[in-house]
């Protein structure tokens, strides 16, 4: 999926096992037992009931580390509707007096797998910007359809007690209507490239994950001789959760960002570094929500003009909030 806070100006930014009934005549018995086994392993895949012998695969790790995205994919058969919604706040004021930088990105998401460890996701994206007496940007208040886009992902490695290792790689195409930074009308395609990465460190209750993106964006904006543009993102994210109860996760998350102006990384516009923490927690066995807020606490931008002021803020913002709520079936 798109991380909004990685935007830059005139750049677009189980479960359910069931046990099959027993034979006529079967010890009833061994009816109980394998009822009583499928629902411990559907309670453990969920995240419930887990001990120190869990597996990896018994917490679904793909929603689980805030901005940082999980490797796992989902088994054949499951379904998922996800509101992500990310909020990039504040930037450089043009001049005295008040001014704020506040713009909400959604996206309504339907994420299915048409076999094991694929996921195939499809998105629309709104947007609602409040954007007064901000460096290089025009005054703005406006809410509106914001594109689409398609996610697949396929997990080539599975983490379990034996092997902790999981291993993603997911392409994001997005069509986009506005710029991110701007909020002017525009035509964008960009194309994602993510490689996710988790390691359960200590079973069932510490997982490291981290990803490095690679996203390039080319188009125009709208109305007559209207100027057209490159630009291309690069992102190192790194999360470390732990388990503080039956189905609740909490870490730390920091992430590393450089945006430049042209499709292959060419020159350097800004850099920032984001620290902040990540929340997941499962209220039931369907329904999920994730937590997280990135502060930039360095930062700097390549224009000579801003040599010695603090943080990059051409491109990304002081504050970025991540709001992701799901529900399986």
Do not use: C
């Amino acid at each position: 999926m798109d991380d909004p806070a990685t935007a830059k100006p005139s750049v677009w930014a189980s479960k359910d096992g069931r046990s099959a009934p027993s034979r006529k005549g079967a010890p009833p018995q061994k009816k109980q037992a394998g009822h009583q086994d499928a629902k411990a392993d559907k309670e453990t895949r969920d995240g419930k009931g887990g001990g120190d012998d869990g597996k990896s695969q018994d917490v679904d790790t793909e929603h689980l580390f805030g901005f940082t995205e999980g490797s796992d994919a989902g088994e054949k058969g499951e379904q998922e509707v996800v509101v992500d919604t990310i909020s990039r706040l504040g930037k450089r004021l043009s001049g005295p007096g008040g001014g704020h930088y506040r713009v909400l990105d959604t996206k309504l998401g339907y994420q299915f797998d048409p076999i094991d460890r694929l996921s195939i996701e499809f998105g629309a994206f709104g947007t609602f910007r409040q954007v007064r007496n901000i460096v290089d940007l025009d005054d703005k208040s406006y809410g509106t359809f914001d594109g689409v886009s398609v996610e697949v992902k396929y997990q080539f490695l599975k983490g379990d007690k034996d092997q902790p290792l999981g291993l993603a790689l997911e392409l994001r195409p997005r069509f986009a209507r506005v710029l991110p930074i701007e909020g002017n009308g525009a035509d964008i395609f960009d194309m994602e490239t993510v490689l996710q990465l988790d390691l359960q460190l200590v079973p069932n209750k510490l997982w490291y994950g981290s990803n490095i993106s690679f996203e390039p964006a080319a188009g125009r904006q709208r109305g007559p001789d209207a100027p057209g543009y490159r630009s291309s993102t690069f992102l190192w994210s790194n999360a470390l959760v732990a388990r503080v109860g039956e189905t609740t996760y909490l870490g730390p998350e920091i992430r590393y960002l450089r945006g430049y102006n042209g499709t292959f990384l060419n020159d350097l516009e800004s850099e920032a570094l984001f620290v902040g923490p990540a929340l997941h927690h499962r209220f039931t066995e369907k329904i999920w929500l994730t937590v997280a807020y990135a502060g930039q606490v360095w930062g700097r931008d390549a224009d000579p003009s801003l040599a010695g002021r603090a943080l990059g803020l051409n491109q990304f913002e002081r504050h970025t909030v991540r709001v992701k709520f799901g529900m399986e079936f």
